[in-house]
């Protein structure tokens, strides 16, 4: 619990001279605070950076029912969490901006071993 909530810490990087510490929360500067929110991994196509698509439903008071909505997400992926796949559930932490768009990161990733 180094940052805060409850998630294991990952190893040490391999490669600390090309590591990016300034925004990784577990082994550089970067404090998490705010919401932690777990979502479902959609997309890894830009480097360093993954979408997680949350899934909830909201109640439409005029029909008495629920419908789904979906958000999609942002979050930077640290060096040392970079397995992570399309599919996998993982959990996000909020954080300062850390880019136009990223203002979540990565801190664990819930499906399995990996």
Avoid at 29 to 41: C, K, Y
Avoid at 70 to 77: D, F, G, L
Avoid at 94 to 112: A, D, I
């Amino acid at each position: 619990m180094a940052i805060g909530i409850d998630v294991p810490t990952p190893p040490e990087p391999d490669n600390p001279e090309d590591y990016d510490y300034e925004k990784c929360p577990f082994h550089g500067q970067l404090s998490v605070r705010g919401q932690t929110r777990e979502g479902t991994v959609v997309s890894t196509d830009m480097e360093k950076t993954v979408i997680v698509e949350r899934e909830y439903d909201v109640f439409v008071p005029k029909y008495d029912r629920y419908m789904k909505r979906r958000s999609r997400i942002p979050a930077h992926v640290p060096g040392v969490l970079d397995s992570l796949e399309v599919g996998d559930e993982v959990k996000i932490a909020e954080t300062r901006p850390l880019s136009k768009t990223k203002s979540h990161v990565v801190v664990e990733n819930l499906s399995g071993d990996r």
